[in-house]
């Protein structure tokens, strides 16, 4: 599980992406009834901030 903040988030990605080379990610984010505006900013942020900046990692890794 990785949660926490944007650089958090991609620093925790970038680890487990160079480790494990993996390149598709299965996300949850309305896990224990979050309220609904939290889990749709959760989602903004991990397409708009994380994603970004973890998205071609894995080509590294190889």
């Known amino acids: 599980m990785v949660c926490g903040d944007v650089d958090h988030c ?21 896990i224990g009834g979050l309220d609904n505006r939290k889990a749709l900013h959760s989602m903004e942020l991990m397409s708009g901030e994380v994603m970004p900046r973890v998205r071609n990692l894995n080509a590294l890794a190889a």
């Open 10 to 30: 991609v620093e925790k990605l970038s680890k487990l992406i160079v480790e494990y080379g993996f390149d598709e990610l299965l996300c949850w984010t309305r």
